[in-house]
């Protein structure tokens, strides 16, 4: 197989908006799990600090399926401290807003055997704000991306900022991309996403985050069949005829709803799982890196598979291995068409 190596693309084509986190994970038994102060008192435990956030996932998927760690520009906020200091040790072309007011966002990741608890602590990530993407410095990367990426997630912190990528890359012909993310922010921010659907190009989520959003917003059942509701969510996409839903389901079939109809794609599945998170930016990460490749969409759904299944065989979000890729190799099947 052959890696992908592409030279047509401009350093800082992709960028991403959202909460900069540092992941610190540690294993545990399960009975640490009842006794979950332990860590914060005796220290008996080998920290990993990984740069994480559902953002800087997905960057880091891309940087590593193109193998170009400069194509992607990171922006989000984070604390004057040590755990800042990591992120900008490990992330590439960061922007990083800083506060003294809160400390860097951190997930701790407990793993066990059989599972891991997470306790995120958003701290300065959800300090960002418009002045900061407003600067002459760092509007002029805006200007040199093709492509915005923002989960869900983010839309609590800085609508502003959120809603003026989406309109700059409306008025460029850029691409703008957004993740559901997760129930609570279908829940609690419909209404903002909802503002946002004119602007979107490529929408992605899981089968859980569209029902729930079609629940609230488009006053659908959460009984009601996925696919009507993609194709109903793909026509609220009025940006122009190429827009998608894409919609993933763990090891459940892709549902992609285009103008061309509704497509659904089998999943390749893996023989060992070593773990899951990320797996959803991994995935994204994927297909946005297919799409500055001129890919076609089902092509990029294939990549995205990849790229979701390299992440299942390893821990967190983190490529150790050189990308191995090419579409020869299917990582999902097109089972139906309508
Ligand atoms: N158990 C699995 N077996 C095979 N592939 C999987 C499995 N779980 C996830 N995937 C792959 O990852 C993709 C995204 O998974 P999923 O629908 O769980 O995303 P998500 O819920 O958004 O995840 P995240 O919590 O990372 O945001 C799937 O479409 C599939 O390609
Ligand atoms: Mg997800």
Redesign the pocket.
Known sequence: MASIVNTQLSDGTFFGLGHPMLDVSTHVSNEFLQRLKEIFTNGNYHLNYNAGG?TQNTLRTINWLLDRPNITVCMGCIGNDESGKILEEQMENCLYQKTSDSPTATCLILITEQARSMITDLGAANRFTIDYLNKSENWLYVERAKLFYIPGYFVRTCPEAVFKLARHAANTKKIFAL?L?AEYICQKFGDILMQLLPFIDFL??????VKCFAQYQMKNNTNDDILPIARELQKLLIKNTKTCVIV?????P?ILASNHGVKVFA????SK?VD????????VGGFLAYWSLDGSIDECINA??YC??E??SQTECQFTNKPLFNQTER??ELEDSC
């Open positions: 559902s993740n993310s992605f989520g899981n089968e859980q985050e993933t389901h763990g090891a459940d892709i999943v390749k599945r893996l799982i899951t998170i990320g797996c959803g930016d991994a995935f995205a598979c979701a299944y992440c299942l990582f999902c």
